[in-house]
């Protein structure tokens, strides 16, 4: 049973440095094919991808926010690291993890998500 | 970077077929996946690879690509239907993926 779970603060302020956590379970990102990604909502907004690791530790980002974007991954610990620097209000939603699996390029499971809230 | 383009909304009467698209500049070569979210849940993938079902989502879920559009039909709509709908691609243009999605449709059942 594939389960993921995203862990973080859920209000930081203006100009401070996010750390969001994903922990999931049922997989191995050391499975050849496996990747996570995150993808957050503003209240009332669409979707936004903002970055994805695969099993082999290669990172892609999006491409308007990649100067403030790191994520990791501590395979031994089954986690999903991402930082975001500098948050601002319009930072203001609720992140998702989710996993890409080996034979659906879809993101097939998702976390709950987490609010953050950007607000001084 | 690729837009993905889709209706804002779309009105349905139960019993009834909806489509929902989804344009962007030659979508036909590409994969799309389609997302259902209900108010205050996380996403659920109902179609991947254009027209694939995940197990468990009904058959009246199917997908098609094709040109400049991909769509998404719901057949037989029923009011759980009720949901905002997604679609997703990754663009590798630029020498790396790098995940879309398109702004979501609303999907009312009268």
């Known amino acids: 049973q594939v389960t993921l779970k995203e862990s973080g603060p859920a209000l930081v302020k203006p100009t401070q440095t996010l750390t969001l956590t994903c922990t999931f379970s049922?997989?191995?990102?050391?499975?050849?094919?496996?990747?996570v990604s995150w993808i957050r909502q503003p209240p009332g907004k669409a979707l936004e991808w903002l970055a994805r690791?695969?099993?082999?530790?290669?990172?892609f980002y999006s491409t308007s926010l990649k100067t403030r974007l790191t994520i990791s991954k501590d395979t031994s610990k089954n986690q999903v690291v991402l930082t975001m620097t500098n948050m601002d209000p319009v930072d203001t939603a609720t992140y998702y993890c989710?996993?890409?699996?080996?034979?659906?390029?879809?993101?097939?499971?998702w976390g709950q998500g987490t609010l953050v809230t950007v607000s001084s | 970077s690729y837009v993905l383009t889709q209706p804002p909304s779309v009105s349905v009467a139960p019993g009834q077929t909806a489509r929902i698209t989804c344009g962007g500049n030659n979508i036909g070569s590409k994969s799309v996946h389609w997302y259902q979210q209900k108010p205050g849940q996380a996403p659920v993938l109902v179609v991947y690879?254009?027209?694939d079902r995940p197990s468990g989502i009904p058959e009246r879920f199917s997908g098609s690509n094709s040109g400049n559009t991909a769509t998404l039909t719901i057949s037989r709509v029923e009011a759980g239907d009720e949901a905002d709908y997604y679609c997703q691609v990754w663009d590798s243009s630029s020498d790396h993926p790098i995940g879309v999605f398109g702004g979501g449709t609303k999907l009312t059942v009268l």
């Open positions: 690879d254009d027209s």
């Open positions: 690791i695969d099993w082999d530790d290669d990172k």
């Open positions: 049922g997989f191995s990102l050391s499975t050849s094919g496996m990747r």
């Open positions: 989710a996993r890409t699996g080996i034979a659906v390029a879809g993101f097939d499971y």
